[in-house]
């Protein structure tokens, strides 16, 4: 079975700090996928970025960063430089390969607040 | 692009009323899925299908059934609504396992 564990429930920072959001996850799977999305407060879910189990490189976009170390099962997040606009509910998400079909599994999900 | 498309938005039942939230996706995927949204639950799975006529219990099936009878759409029924089916419903589609899924803006229910 597959497990997402966001062991942050709610996180404040004020704007401009970076912070890091922690996702732990449980496969036991060879080939898996991990995504993360984000619920700003209008409530729809985007789509921020997907990576596969074979691929350990960390990955940057813009002030966003995600650093996947599969030696401790773990698919962080990091906002460099907080900005209000970032205030959402995060979600690190699992898809194994050899689950079935079933869809993706998420964590409870991170409530980020950056405060001005 | 619609992408995903969910009707209706809003939603107050009474307690024992039965309705169909609707789900429709113009992207030809094959896999679709519902979950339900709770504070502090995230988000968790109803049902879902790997294509038409197939469909799957998820995480909290009771009280729901889903049929998909063609690729394009998905619906979800409440059967008898009770109060613990308050919720946001979302529904989601994507391509392939290895694929983001693509979620429709939601359903807000609220049963009394």
């Known amino acids: 079975a597959q497990k997402v564990t966001q062991a942050q429930t709610e996180i404040s920072v004020v704007e401009k700090e970076d912070v890091t959001l922690d996702c732990v996850y449980e496969?036991?799977?060879?080939?898996?996928?991990l995504f993360w999305y984000k619920q700003p407060p209008s409530g729809e879910l985007v789509f921020l970025i997907r990576?596969?189990?074979?691929?350990?490189q960390n990955e940057i976009s813009g002030r966003y960063s995600w650093n996947f170390q599969k030696s401790t099962s773990s698919f962080n997040f990091t906002i460099t430089a907080s900005q209000v606009v970032d205030s959402a509910v995060y979600f690190c998400?699992?898809?194994?390969?050899?689950?079935?079909?079933?869809?993706?599994?998420f964590g409870k999900g991170t409530r980020l607040s950056v405060i001005a | 692009n619609a992408g995903v498309t969910q009707t209706p938005k809003f939603q107050v039942l009474k307690t024992g009323q039965s309705m169909t939230l609707q789900c429709a996706q113009d992207?030809?995927?094959?896999?679709m899925s519902w979950y339900r949204q709770d504070p502090g639950m995230g988000l968790r799975l109803i049902h879902y299908?790997?294509?038409?006529?197939?469909?799957d219990q998820g995480e909290v099936p009771n009280g729901y059934n889903v049929s998909r009878s063609t690729t394009e759409d998905f619906p979800l029924r409440l059967l008898s609504a009770a109060p613990s089916q308050t919720s946001v419903y979302f529904c989601?589609?994507?391509?392939?396992?290895?694929?983001?899924?693509?979620f429709g803006d939601g359903t807000r229910l609220s049963i009394l």
């Open positions: 990576r596969n189990s074979f691929d350990e």
């Open positions: 496969t036991r799977d060879t080939t898996y996928y």
């Open positions: 998400a699992l898809s194994a390969l050899n689950s079935g079909n079933t869809p993706l599994v």
């Open positions: 299908s790997v294509g038409a006529g197939i469909t």
């Open positions: 989601a589609s994507r391509r392939q396992v290895n694929q983001p899924q693509h």
């Open positions: 992207m030809n995927h094959e896999y």
